[in-house]
């Protein structure tokens, strides 16, 4: 039986631009970055140390997934972050220089804001009700 997700990839075109997208920009934390050859590196990031949910960020090395770069979500989101306050999260996250697309405001079963990451591809924040 499946018992959770824990690990997404995100095609980059940069794994160094990336890993500064998500840590200096989101404020996640590194959780591997291991390189196993020239050209081939591990490399996760995630909102905290202690999530189950990782993100794997894969250099594109194929035109296949070089196309794919900042549309994996097909115009969807493509991940959804939760947060415990909303607006504080917004208000520095946006300092911080993330697009984003409009402000917090009621959506089905709580608050949310899209954002997109440095490549465009959609991603909501949201705060349950």
């Not at 993100?55 to 994996?72: F, M, Y």
Request: charged share 25%.
């Amino acid at each position: 039986m499946i018992t959770k997700a824990i690990q997404i990839t995100v095609f980059v075109r940069d794994q160094g631009e990336a890993k500064a997208f998500y840590t200096e920009k989101l404020g996640f934390v590194v959780c591997a970055d291991i390189e196993f050859a020239p050209g081939w590196s591990y490399l996760t990031v995630a909102p905290s140390a202690s999530n189950e949910t990782v993100i794997e960020l894969v250099k594109a090395d194929t035109p296949e997934r070089e196309a794919l770069i900042g549309k994996q979500g097909a115009d969807q989101v493509l991940i959804m972050f939760a947060t415990d306050d909303i607006e504080r999260d917004y208000e520095e996250l946006k300092a911080r220089g993330v697009v984003f697309h409009g402000e917090p405001k009621s959506v089905p079963g709580g608050r949310g804001v899209g954002f997109e990451d440095l490549y465009g591809n959609q991603l909501d924040l949201f705060q349950q009700d």
